[in-house]
């Protein structure tokens, strides 16, 4: 079930961004002097007055891109509006009427959807009074907007809202799944995600730094699952050291992604080496517990080599996925993308699976019994009884007498007999080895 859509338009810079982050109470969209950050439609769902739409960001109308991305983003503005069944139209009270404002009103009354006027950047009483000039619009005096103070935000929203159709939808449906899509530049994650989609729903360039949101899309299986898929911006090598505030930002918002995933896709290039932007995706990945697939894009562009070869490779310069799955997939031709779906499926249910305690108190004994921790000093390691303590990944409570009497091979060990053991082979695991003063488990009652 897709939701209706209110498109936040106007010309670069009237802080289309800025009103959609007031709206949505966070940081959605990247907000930056510089002209024209924003490039692909970025949205967010919400409910107000007991309906759910989607608010969504476009980049400015008439806008000059510094990589001559005009066309894309103006297509990606068109797709807006063409969904939108309300227009938010902001203009900036502080530079008054401009060129490209009419040039705006003019295609807001060709196209004939409901409008709701606002001038923003209103901080100031004399900008608030001084409003009437933008009748010559066409679309009456604007709404007063502070997008950056949030005064006059709510007004502008229920406005839109109003004119929303009165039998659309209440709630916003929940996802099923949330998968994230990371990866250097270039990698082809947007190529990848307009594959997902079935449209173009981001703009794909050659032209490194296309993509500088993370962009939220639901997406409905054929099982009728609902899929949130989150594309991320590729990350550079010089993105973390703050140089360049738009890419440190961008940077942010893909480990933010991987953290707010269910599962989550590393998209690699098979004609490139790996390098420090993917071992330090892996290991935010790994860090957060994350099941991962690790997605060799571009295979159709490989001579005829055995994937053992590359599988091998992968294992060994990124050694905290070496349990993940490897997809190898042509964004661009389809080719394994539909069955990478499927194992992100399966590892979104390999993670959710449950242990009872008592399989676990007796998995926990044989474990011990075959390996036991190093010994560090006189005092005897013991494990008194083990419980599952939540999913996706799985975590487990190890209650010892000292957590410090087991050391990170016992660990490893006990990680790995884990995922051998029990149904959930290729996601991480989480022990959690805690102190408490209890009876040694082989004193308990079969796991009991």
Not at 117 to 136: D, G, I, M, P, V
Not at 313 to 320: A, D
Request: glycine share 6%; with cysteine; net charge positive.
């Amino acid at each position: 079930m897709s939701l209706p859509v209110i498109a936040i338009v106007g010309r670069p810079n009237v802080g289309k961004s800025t009103f959609l982050n007031a709206c949505a109470k966070r940081l959605v969209s990247v907000v930056d002097p510089t002209e024209g950050v924003t490039r692909d439609r970025v949205s967010h769902p919400m409910v107000l007055k007991r309906k759910a739409f989607e608010l969504m960001d476009t980049g400015g109308i008439g806008i000059v891109d510094a990589q001559e991305l005009d066309t894309d983003v103006e297509r990606q503005i068109e797709l807006a509006l063409s969904e939108a069944s309300v227009i938010v139209f902001l203009v900036d009270s502080r530079e008054g009427i401009l060129p490209l404002d009419r040039r705006v009103a003019k295609r807001l009354h060709e196209l004939g959807k409901p409008v709701i006027f606002a001038a923003n950047k209103t901080e100031s009483r004399n900008l608030a009074a001084s409003l009437h000039e933008f009748r010559q619009l066409g679309f009456g005096e604007p709404l007063a907007l502070s997008a950056q103070n949030h005064e006059g935000v709510q007004a502008v929203l229920e406005a839109a809202v109003a004119e929303l159709p009165k039998n659309g939808p209440a709630k916003v449906p929940a996802s099923d799944l949330r998968v994230a899509i990371v990866g250097r530049r270039n990698a082809g994650k947007s190529t990848l995600l307009n594959a997902l989609c079935g449209q173009e729903r981001v703009i794909v360039s050659e032209k490194p730094g296309t993509t500088r949101d993370a962009v939220d899309i639901a997406i409905e299986r054929d099982d009728g699952q609902r899929w949130l898929l989150i594309d991320t911006a590729g990350l550079t090598t010089h993105a973390h050291d703050g140089r360049d505030p738009i890419q440190w930002y961008s940077e942010h918002r893909s480990l933010l992604a991987v953290r707010r995933s269910d599962v989550t896709i590393l998209l690699v290039d098979a004609t490139l080496k790996v390098g420090g932007l993917e071992k330090r995706l892996a290991k935010e990945v790994a860090d957060n517990g994350k099941p991962c697939i690790l997605a060799v894009n571009k295979w159709d562009l490989v001579p005829d080599t055995p994937t053992s070869e590359f599988e091998t490779y992968y294992r060994g310069v990124l050694p905290g996925l070496d349990r993940a799955p490897i997809a190898f997939i042509s964004a661009k031709t389809r080719l394994n993308v539909q069955r990478m779906l499927d194992v992100c499926a399966d590892l979104a249910r390999q993670g959710r699976q449950k242990i009872t305690t008592g399989a676990l108190n007796r998995f926990v004994q044989v474990a011990i019994d075959q390996r036991s921790p190093r010994v560090k000093s006189s005092q005897r390691a013991k494990i008194y009884y083990a419980t599952q303590v939540g999913v996706s990944p799985p975590r487990f409570a190890i209650f010892v007498n000292d957590p410090n009497l087991f050391d990170p091979e016992f660990h490893r060990y006990l990680e790995n007999r884990f995922r051998d053991t029990f149904p959930f082979p290729e996601v991480p695991v989480l022990l959690h080895f805690r102190s408490r003063d209890r009876k040694p488990l082989d004193s308990l009652k079969s796991g009991r």
